[in-house]
């Protein structure tokens, strides 16, 4: 039995290392064949390779080597430019982010002001939002939401990973005293008399 594990790990390491693009369950399944299940195998990979210079981690459902966060710096061949986002587009990201699949008048909406043509573009440049198909409502309006990029930019396994309110005011993002309700004579609770 040990031979045969030891060659469904070799099989999926090579898998991986050869990929061009991170690898799902089922293709990996496709590969091992008569070895089993590849979770197992590619959990076995990820304790083999922790504490290495390279690592096998899962972002949104699919698999890769990518290198250690702290050696990423060594290895860094090209300069990397500072993407400055607006206001409205790091809005715009977080309304899509939490919210998605979400259309240009939903974003305006929770915004209170309408999005510029350039902002949902900035963002799909970036490749970090991308067309979700269609709305089935009068008008069609095209939805968007994000992609595998902005899950690898913000090192998030999925969505569920986005911070709630609570780590948010934590981490001082939000003023703790933005959601505090107004009292019955219109004075935020807390306020002095």
Do not use: K, N
Not at 91 to 109: D, K, M, N, W
Not at 157 to 179: C, H, T, V
């Amino acid at each position: 039995m040990s031979g045969a594990r030891d060659e469904a790990l070799r099989i999926a390491e090579a898998a991986l290392f050869a990929a061009e693009a991170p690898i799902g369950l089922a293709q990996l399944a496709e590969l091992l064949g008569d070895y089993g299940p590849p979770r197992p195998v590619l959990e076995r990979l990820r304790a083999d390779y922790e504490g290495h210079g390279i690592q096998l981690v899962e972002r949104g459902g699919l698999w890769h080597f990518e290198t250690a966060a702290d050696l990423a710096h060594i290895l860094r061949r090209e300069r990397e430019e500072p993407r400055r986002l607006s206001r409205a587009a790091i809005e715009t990201l977080a309304i899509i982010a939490y919210h998605e699949p979400a259309s240009r008048a939903e974003i305006e909406a929770i915004r209170g002001v309408q999005i510029s043509r350039g902002t949902i573009d900035v963002l799909m440049e970036a490749g970090w939002v991308r067309p979700a198909g269609r709305r089935e409502a009068p008008g069609r309006p095209l939805l968007y939401a994000t992609t595998q990029g902005f899950l690898d930019h913000f090192g998030l396994a999925s969505r569920r990973d986005l911070p709630g309110i609570d780590e948010l005011r934590a981490s001082g993002l939000l003023d703790p005293l933005e959601d505090m309700p107004a009292s019955s004579d219109g004075r935020e609770d807390g306020e002095p008399d």
